[in-house]
């Protein structure tokens, strides 16, 4: 059974099982019999980095069981003009390693904020390239037990190494595993997303990808995003900060009142909502702009309750509604209606003046459940969606309504014919749990 009230959720697991990396049981990097050739793929997005100069190295274990890299791995190479790179090496070793880009003379960013980033106290436009320091730095890893082992190099990708690395264990591979799989919870990324290929956000009209990998582009776009603030003089100060922090704290901070030089989840979501929003008019591409808009929608969420470091949620489960009639429900629940007509509850009820829809419909509005049943945390990326139960009679609500997207928390319902409607939502996580209802709301037609 799943929990009661408050769309909260039992009996599912942790979510890093569906993290879209190896096992445990084969992400130890072990020696095998022959040296092989493998070609390490991928990119480094943070803006597209140029000319970055690009190395792998080997992770070893030391008689105390820490896990760091040790020595380089051939020949570094260069990003090319979009980030990309071809990283040959010759190897005995299956398992994990760290790809690491750093920065020369020779080395640009393309600045993927809009309007422009701030530089060194001037303006770069949008899709315009501007140098980078010696100090910049971006890292990642990847499995070289993969076929085609591929790796894409962004901030989120240089806070997951960090947190693996401050373990008592540091590198190992089942702490690198974990620590990605901890990054896309804290910032609403389904598992897997940051084994995608992050899209080019200044040239999306001719970008192929899905919004998942749209969503960390603008999220590591972010972090950019910030030094147009006050407070930040560079994104190479930025990074470092983010990094120390995880490497200090093992989380970041989340309230951005905690202290001034602070990178927060909060403040990147919000960055992240605001240049989505802004994105959408850069491009003509209609799958582009709806990724966006997803985008924009989900950060915004994420903003109002970003995860602590222990991953509950800063926000309130107090109900709010808009329109021009009424919304009841107890304390706890999440789901709102708006409406044109009357509603009616035996519980109390709150109502505002907003927008308003059709006669015959009704516009639902929830909150993502933050916690299960048993108190433990609920990330963005264990859910699946939801469903809308509603019809005539409050025992039997026989119609079904299913979102299939975590972050779409309104949906309006159509074509109701005349009489007493009632509604209620329950939450499905990725394991296809699924809650028992929210309290139910009302709406007259």
């Not at 949620?313 to 808009?322: A, K, L, M, N, V």
């Not at 007493?420 to 296809?432: C, E, L, R, S």
Request: with cysteine; glycine share 8%; hydrophobic share 35%.
């Amino acid at each position: 059974m799943l929990a009661a009230s408050g769309l909260l959720l039992s009996g599912c697991g942790t979510g890093n099982g569906g993290s879209g990396m190896d096992s445990a049981s084969s992400i130890s990097s072990t020696a095998s019999a022959t040296t092989r050739s493998v070609t390490i793929s991928g990119g480094a997005v943070k803006g597209v980095v140029q000319n970055g100069i690009v190395t792998a190295w080997e992770i070893s274990e030391d008689s105390h069981g820490h896990w760091a890299t040790s020595q380089q791995m051939g020949k570094a190479v260069r990003t090319n003009s979009r980030g990309q790179f071809q990283l040959p090496v010759l190897t005995k070793l299956n398992g994990w390693v760290v790809i690491e880009l750093k920065a020369d003379d020779r080395t640009t960013m393309v600045c993927d904020v809009t309007p422009s980033c701030d530089v060194n106290g001037g303006q770069v436009p949008f899709g315009q390239a501007f140098p980078l320091s010696s100090s910049f730095e971006l890292s990642a890893a990847v499995d070289l037990s993969s076929t085609s082992p591929q790796v894409y190099l962004t901030p989120l990708s240089q806070l997951a190494v960090s947190l693996a690395q401050r373990s008592p264990e540091g590198l190992s591979g089942s702490n690198l595993q974990t620590a990605y799989s901890q990054v896309e919870n804290w910032f609403g990324l389904n598992a897997g997303t940051l084994q995608l290929a992050p899209p080019d956000l200044t040239h999306l009209n001719s970008a192929t990808t899905s919004t998942d990998a749209i969503q960390l582009a603008v999220t590591n776009a972010a972090f950019l995003a910030l030094v147009n603030q006050s407070g930040w003089s560079s994104i190479e100060q930025v990074l470092q900060t983010a990094s120390n922090q995880i490497l200090q704290n093992g989380d970041l901070t989340t309230t951005s009142g905690s202290t001034s030089n602070a990178v927060t989840i909060s403040q990147l979501e919000m960055e992240t909502a605001v240049l989505a929003a802004s994105l959408q008019s850069t491009t003509t591409d209609t799958l582009a702009q709806q990724s966006l808009a997803v985008t924009q929608s989900r950060a915004s969420q994420l903003y109002v309750s970003a995860p602590t470091s222990s991953g509950s949620s800063t926000s309130s489960s107090s109900t709010t509604s808009s329109g021009t009639g009424s919304s009841s429900s107890t304390s706890s629940t999440t789901t709102t209606i708006t409406n044109t007509g009357s509603s009616s509850s035996s519980s109390s009820s709150s109502s505002s003046t907003g927008s308003s829809v059709a006669a015959d419909s009704a516009l639902l509005q929830w909150q993502a459940p933050s916690t299960r049943e048993d108190g433990t945390s609920l990330s963005m990326a264990e859910l699946k969606g939801y469903e809308i139960d509603y019809g005539q009679d409050p025992s039997n609500l026989n119609q079904t309504m299913t979102i299939n997207d975590a972050y779409t928390m309104s949906a309006t319902i159509a074509n109701l014919s005349s009489g007493q409607w009632y509604f209620a939502v329950k939450a499905i996580d990725t394991n296809g749990n699924i809650s028992p209802m929210s309290s139910v709301v009302t709406k007259t037609i």
